[in-house]
């Protein structure tokens, strides 16, 4: 977001923001709503909202390389849905140049396991052996067999600024991203310039930014940026899941082809094992 809407607020350190999110149970929603419906947005919250400010920056840039099997058996979870499920990505915090492995799995009953790790910067795009020992134990507690981390190599990029907000009463936070890109191996992909993802974090009463995006006519939406992205990119996927989304804010995407060399496919260094 731009850095006059979010001058106004004052700010929030990442551990103040981390112990409030600490103190509650939270529901997470998701938006997808034109960008101008988001600057609205914080033009509208009150002063008392505050915002997450590390070194003087207001929003950051952020990439995620998501790792699938050939038979994209990540994705396929996703769409069905089904109970048992993950999701294995790295996620680099690119203003700062850390990078941590996330490894977020559901079990048979429910329950979401996610586990995070720091993992070296320059080795995002592939996996380690030790971050392959960590997915094949995810596996097999989700009753995946664990060989299958063996399979597993880089299919999305996602690449997003975002900024990070905290209600004047504590009890809501809200991300908003922006300047939304997804770049597949090869380097096509496909931008969401005028498009903005909006998450809140809330006990399960609505939020302040809730309520003021369900009164300019905004509800919660089914999104996932690996598998809504790569449903947008191929349309033989299954994509009833997200059916809405590509027919509508997605379906104005703007398709890019790179001259980048395929990065994220390059063989692992023989230092690389961890």
Same mark, same amino acid.
């Given at each position: 977001?731009? #850095? ?44 008392? #909202? ?225």
């Amino acid at each position: 977001m731009s #850095t006059p809407l979010l001058a106004r607020f004052d700010s929030v350190t990442l551990e103040e923001l981390v112990m409030d999110a600490a103190l509650l149970t939270r529901v997470d929603r998701k938006y997808v709503v034109p960008r101008q419906t988001a600057a609205r947005l914080l033009e509208t919250l009150d002063s008392g #909202t505050r915002v997450l400010e590390i070194d003087g920056a207001r929003d950051f840039a952020y990439e995620s390389v998501y790792f699938d099997t050939p038979d994209l058996l990540s994705f396929r979870m996703a769409a069905q849905p089904r109970r048992r499920r993950f999701k294995l990505r790295t996620r680099t915090y690119l203003d700062v140049g850390s990078a941590y492995l996330e490894i977020k799995t559901r079990g048979a009953r429910g329950t979401t396991v996610k586990e995070r790790s720091e993992y070296d910067l320059r080795l995002r795009r592939v996996l380690t052996d030790g971050a392959r020992d960590d997915a094949a134990s995810a596996f097999d507690a989700i009753g995946v067999a664990g060989s299958r981390a063996d399979e597993l190599a880089a299919t999305l990029t996602t690449r997003y600024r975002r900024a990070t907000l905290l209600t004047s009463d504590g009890a809501g936070r809200a991300t908003i991203d922006t300047e939304l890109r997804w770049e597949q191996p090869g380097g096509s992909g496909f931008a969401l310039p005028g498009i903005a993802i909006v998450e809140t974090k809330s006990p399960a009463a609505a939020s302040r930014i809730d309520r003021l995006l369900w009164r300019a006519g905004h509800r919660p939406a089914t999104v996932s940026k690996y598998a809504t992205g790569l449903a947008a990119l191929h349309s033989e996927l299954p994509r009833n899941r997200w059916a809405r989304l590509l027919r509508g804010p997605f379906r104005g995407a703007d398709a890019f082809e790179t001259d980048r060399p395929d990065t994220t496919r390059t063989e692992e260094p023989p230092c690389a094992a961890a």
